[in-house]
């Protein structure tokens, strides 16, 4: 009986960026003037950063790894969580952080990678669970150094084509914190069926309501409780 119940679900699919967890305390970029934590993003988030200066590179992802364990997630986070008593919900996320995880949501896609893993430098599949600093010598078993899975500016996106397939079957979609001008990520929304309603939460959205788009100008905690209101009463 579960199982059949289960396949008529709503899909819901949630897009979200870096405003999802700036309530739990994370900056985002926008909101710092393009820099993240202080730092451009050009020195500490693409490949010739690393190449240029790997220490402060490993260094700055060591403080946002630090960072997490210092955070804890919002009512958003919760809230969408609580969403999969009823409905198949996808999560497909720009962030780097696990604060969707840790409130409970079980279908977790990181488009951007993640901060509490790492890779080989020359194996991309090469990938292991860290939650402590990494230092340059931290090698992966084949003797090559490892560094942060995170998917730099520049870099392919490996997870992209599976968020696409994730976004054709969605019945609903919710985009959460985003500047949309990160792309792939921004054109996802894109790729949901025709007619699918759509709700943006953002408290500066960047874009305009239209006939299927809702657009919530809010943060997250507050937007996702109005969805929530407008959506199941
Ligand atoms: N938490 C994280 O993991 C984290 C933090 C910073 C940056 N990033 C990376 O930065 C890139 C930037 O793209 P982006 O579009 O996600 O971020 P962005 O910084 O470009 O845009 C953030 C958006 O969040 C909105 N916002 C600010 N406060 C909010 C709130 N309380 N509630 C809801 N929305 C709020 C802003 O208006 C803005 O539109 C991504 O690739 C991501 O990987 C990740």
Redesign the pocket.
């Known amino acids: 009986m579960k199982k059949r119940y289960l396949y008529f679900m709503k899909h819901i699919v949630v897009l979200t960026?870096?405003?999802?967890?700036?309530?739990s305390g994370?900056?985002?970029?926008?909101?710092s003037d393009g820099l993240?934590e202080g730092h451009d993003v050009m020195e500490v988030a693409t490949p010739e950063g690393f190449a240029a200066n790997p220490e402060l590179v490993l260094d700055f992802y060591n403080q946002r790894r630090r960072q997490l364990f210092e955070v804890e997630p919002n009512q958003a986070h919760y809230d969408l969580a609580k969403l999969e008593t009823n409905y198949k919900v996808t999560v497909v996320t720009?962030?780097?952080?696990d604060l969707h995880e840790r409130a409970g949501s079980s279908n977790v896609i990181h488009l951007?990678g993640e901060?509490l893993k790492v890779r080989s430098t020359y194996d991309t599949n090469d990938i292991q669970d860290w939650k402590t600093d990494l230092v340059l010598g931290d090698k992966c078993k084949k003797g090559d150094q490892l560094r942060p899975h995170i998917v730099w500016f520049g870099e392919d996106v490996p997870m992209i084509e599976i968020a696409v397939k994730i976004c054709e079957t969605a019945d609903i979609l919710i985009i959460?914190?985003?500047?949309?001008?990160?792309y792939p990520?921004a054109g996802l929304m894109n790729y949901v069926p025709k007619h699918t309603p759509m709700y943006f939460?953002?408290?500066?959205p960047?874009i305009d309501c239209k006939e299927n788009l809702t657009v919530i100008a809010e943060?997250?905690?507050v937007?996702v409780t109005k969805f929530i209101e407008l959506f199941t009463t």
């Open positions: 960026g870096a405003g999802m967890s700036a309530e994370i900056k985002t970029f926008r909101d993240w720009q962030n780097v952080d951007h901060l959460i914190g985003t500047s949309m001008q990160v990520a939460i953002d408290p500066k960047s943060t997250a905690t937007g």
